[in-house]
Every structure is written in structure tokens, then in C-alpha cells.
């Protein structure tokens, strides 16, 4: 009975360190799509003096932006909405950073789901881009935040869907 117990318990932390439903290498897993730790790191690294925050700061707000790019694709997929690279250098000229991002090989994979995200998102009604979101299977790993279907993001404010931050009232 001991040994269950402690079999369980060892079970429970690995399953806790790792993020439960990702590999330990895992940053997220959006419908059977990994996306890695080490892509993840690349991309903050090339990304960090870009926008002028540090690479571990950004990560979060990166593993966001890949989640949403891989859903965006799947959206696209079922919608029948064209995702090609006319369209995604379109993105880039109008956003020099996206540019820049996609002129690195560690970058260019998180340009082309941020492009991608934008295309998609261009196409269709927020609602419907956000009823799409809530049907696929995200699995990311706790270190970067809590993923909440409803947002289409994460629930801590690590990125651009997170919730807004609480406005002061008066009282008159």
C-alpha cells in the first residue's frame, strides 16, 4: 500500500512538472501539434532586442502567439481561407518587425503564425475566429500560463487577448 502511494505521488509530481497532457520538451500541444521549448527559446532570443524586452519575459507572450498561429492555421483550413506567402509577405511589409522576425531562420516560423493569425483573423468575424478557437485541444505547458479557451489566450496578462486589467471607478 506504501509503495502505491508513493508510485502515485512520484506519478503526480512528474505529471505536474511537465504539464500534463505536454512532453517534458513540450511548451504546448495545439490539436496533436507540438510546439517545442527550443523553438520557443530561438524565437525569444531573435525576437528580444526587436521589441526591447527580455528573451525570458517574451516567451509567455511567444508560446501565445505560436498557439493561436497553429489555430489560425487549422481555422484557415476548415474555413477554405488561403494562407500563402503572397499574403504573408503582405503582413511583413506593414509590420517591420514581422519583417525582421521572418528574415531569421529562428524567427521566421513565429512570423509566419503571427502573419497567419492576422490573415485569418482579417477574414473572418472576431466571433466566429473566437468560436473556432474555443473547439480546438490546447494543452500548454503551466510555465507559461493558464490557456483559457474563452480568451483564445492566456488568463494571465501575458499577451494581447489576455483579460484587461481592471479600470478604476469614481464615485460621484
Do not use: H
Not at 35 to 44: F, G, H, K, N, R
Not at 107 to 116: E, M, N, P, T
Request: hydrophobic share 45%; net charge neutral; proline share 5%.
Amino acid at each position: 500500500m506504501k509503495t502505491a502511494r508513493c508510485a502515485v505521488a512520484a506519478v503526480s509530481a512528474v505529471l505536474a512538472l511537465t504539464g500534463c497532457a505536454t512532453s517534458a520538451g513540450d511548451a504546448a500541444v495545439v490539436d496533436g501539434v507540438p510546439l517545442s521549448i527550443s523553438d520557443v527559446s530561438a524565437a525569444a532570443k531573435v525576437a528580444s532586442p526587436l521589441v526591447g524586452q527580455s528573451a525570458n519575459d517574451l516567451t509567455p507572450t511567444i508560446v501565445q502567439a505560436e498557439i493561436q498561429g497553429v489555430i489560425a492555421q487549422k481555422i484557415a483550413a476548415a474555413q477554405k481561407i488561403e494562407l500563402s506567402d503572397v499574403a504573408r509577405a503582405e503582413v511583413f511589409k506593414s509590420n517591420g518587425v514581422l519583417a525582421d522576425l521572418a528574415a531569421t531562420a529562428d524567427g521566421k516560423q513565429l512570423a509566419v503564425r503571427l502573419a497567419d493569425t492576422a490573415i485569418v483573423a482579417g477574414k473572418l468575424d472576431p466571433g466566429v475566429f473566437a468560436e473556432q478557437c474555443s473547439t480546438m485541444s490546447v494543452a500548454a505547458n503551466p510555465r507559461y500560463g493558464v490557456w483559457s479557451k474563452e480568451l483564445c489566450g492566456f488568463e494571465s496578462a501575458v499577451g494581447s487577448l489576455s483579460k484587461p486589467a481592471p479600470t478604476p471607478t469614481t464615485k460621484g
